[in-house]
């Protein structure tokens, strides 16, 4: 620098010693997530580590820190990958209604209904102490499963399986099976198998609605 204060040829530029980071390099991202979700069921949130994450993954854990900053923004991630249920876009179509909400339930979806139901109760205590978690999971997952169960009771009115004056009560029957999973899987120590699922369809469901 001269004295008047302009650079001279032999200054550096104004840039010369800040570094730049590596990009980070997204391509394991997916691995990371998937392998997430697989200890989400396994263990519960409250179990799993990024030290897990990251050796299971084989990445070193400032690898996923620069990623992630938490625990928390890793799991949200891993929910949101996930995407909606695959039932949103298009409808099980078997012939009646409980074939069709037979059909949600044992959807392949995230590894069949045992995998998934594992997954959402490794989820459910994140819930409750994790207000983004809650509203990922509400938003991901139970609001479109809610509009799954809506749509296929308005397609058995117009099928005339149910009778048209009880479409009054279809928002709130459309609840019925993701509120009391939901409620089994925050409130019971038991496991959510699928007679539960066919239990509430055949002794909840289906009788609110003859």
Not at 10 to 15: G, K, L, Y
Not at 81 to 96: A, F, K, M, T, Y
Not at 174 to 198: C, G, K, Q, Y
Request: aromatic letters at 4%; glycine letters at 6%.
């Amino acid at each position: 620098m001269n004295n008047q204060g302009a650079l001279s040829p032999s200054d550096p530029p104004a840039s010369q010693g800040l570094r730049i980071g590596r990009p980070y390099d997204h391509s394991s991202d997916e691995l990371i997530l998937a392998i997430t979700l697989n200890l989400l069921a396994e263990r519960g949130y409250e179990k799993v580590t990024l030290d897990e994450v990251a050796l299971r993954t084989g990445k070193a854990k400032s690898t996923l820190y620069r990623r992630w900053a938490t625990k928390e923004d890793l799991v949200l991630a891993a929910v949101r990958s996930i995407g909606r249920p695959p039932e949103v876009d298009r409808l099980p179509d078997l012939g009646s209604l409980r074939s069709d909400l037979l059909a949600v339930v044992d959807s392949s979806w995230l590894g069949g209904p045992d995998k998934r139901v594992a997954l959402f109760a490794g989820l459910a205590s994140a819930t409750r102490t994790s207000d983004a978690l809650a509203v990922v999971v509400r938003s991901e997952v139970t609001e479109p499963y809610v509009e799954v169960y809506r749509r296929l009771l308005c397609r058995a009115i117009h099928r005339g399986e149910i009778p048209a004056d009880l479409a009054a009560r279809v928002p709130v029957l459309a609840e019925v099976i993701p509120a009391m999973s939901t409620h089994r899987l925050n409130a019971s120590a038991e496991p959510v198998r699928r007679d539960f699922f066919v239990s509430v369809i055949d002794a909840v469901l289906l009788p609110a609605l003859h």
